[in-house]
């Protein structure tokens, strides 16, 4: 009989769910670098296939919210109210992630990231993709008024203020601080102020 698809896709995610507890748990108990794959696998009480099936690498095992983190900005973007300005929908969905971040319950996990090269590595190169995924949304939402440059570099600009602000004294303040820099860029650059500069 042939199982509902619900069902199968609250089972994988129970799995992925458990996989990411436990690893992170050992993670905190023993450190990132004494612990390995095996170790996760068999302590979720998984075989290593099923987690590879969840987890591409070790370092996405601490990023495991990674997809979730793109996909909201992509729907920032593609989602919003009509009418609804860009750049302030993009800071709204910045500010939630930086304080997703920077709670209290995050803060053990964060110092094992910047405390661990190869997480650190890792998640330079998750911001990369998102600000890919992110600068992809922006130029369907903004073509052809818009250029694609203009759209990667707000992309850019976006998910760079998320790590300046996750490290900030003041997150809330330092996404203010940069968002104010964004939408200036923005809209000096938009093609209503280029045609007045030329004109």
Same mark, same amino acid.
């Given at each position: 009989?042939?199982?509902?698809?619900?069902?199968?896709?609250?089972?994988?995610?129970?799995?992925?769910?458990?996989?990411?507890?436990?690893?992170?748990?050992?993670?905190?108990?023993?450190?990132?670098?004494?612990?390995?794959?095996?170790?996760?696998?068999?302590?979720?009480?998984?075989?290593?296939?099923?987690?590879?099936?969840?987890?591409?690498?070790?370092?996405?095992?601490?990023?495991?919210?990674?997809?979730?983190?793109?996909?909201?900005?992509?729907?920032?973007?593609?989602?919003?109210?009509?009418?609804?300005?860009?750049?302030?929908?993009?800071?709204?969905?910045? /500010? &939630?992630? @930086?304080?997703?971040?920077?709670?209290? $319950?995050?803060? #053990?996990?964060?110092? +094992? *990231? =910047? !405390?661990?090269? %190869?997480?650190?590595?890792?998640?330079?190169?998750?911001?990369?993709?998102?600000?890919?995924?992110?600068?992809?949304?922006?130029?369907?939402?903004?073509?052809?008024?818009?250029?694609?440059?203009?759209?990667?570099?707000?992309?850019?600009?976006?998910?760079?203020?998320?790590? /300046? &602000?996750? @490290?900030?004294?003041?997150?809330?303040? $330092?996404?203010? #601080?940069?968002?104010? +820099? *964004? =939408? !200036?860029?923005? %809209?000096?650059?938009?093609?209503?102020?280029?045609?007045?500069?030329?004109?």
């Amino acid at each position: 009989m042939t199982e509902p698809l619900g069902r199968r896709e609250r089972k994988k995610a129970a799995t992925r769910q458990n996989i990411a507890e436990t690893a992170l748990r050992l993670f905190t108990e023993r450190g990132y670098e004494a612990v390995g794959i095996r170790d996760v696998a068999a302590e979720a009480d998984v075989a290593v296939t099923t987690l590879f099936a969840h987890f591409a690498a070790k370092e996405a095992l601490v990023f495991d919210q990674d997809e979730d983190f793109e996909r909201r900005l992509t729907r920032s973007v593609a989602e919003r109210g009509p009418g609804e300005p860009l750049v302030p929908a993009l800071r709204q969905e910045v /500010l &939630a992630l @930086v304080r997703h971040c920077t709670a209290d $319950a995050a803060a #053990e996990l964060w110092r +094992m *990231i =910047d !405390a661990t090269p %190869a997480l650190r590595k890792y998640e330079v190169s998750m911001r990369l993709r998102h600000a890919e995924a992110l600068a992809a949304a922006i130029i369907a939402d903004q073509a052809p008024i818009r250029t694609p440059t203009e759209c990667r570099a707000l992309a850019r600009f976006a998910v760079d203020a998320f790590s /300046l &602000a996750r @490290v900030a004294d003041d997150p809330d303040a $330092a996404v203010d #601080e940069v968002f104010r +820099m *964004i =939408d !200036a860029a923005w %809209a000096a650059g938009s093609p209503h102020s280029r045609s007045n500069g030329a004109a």
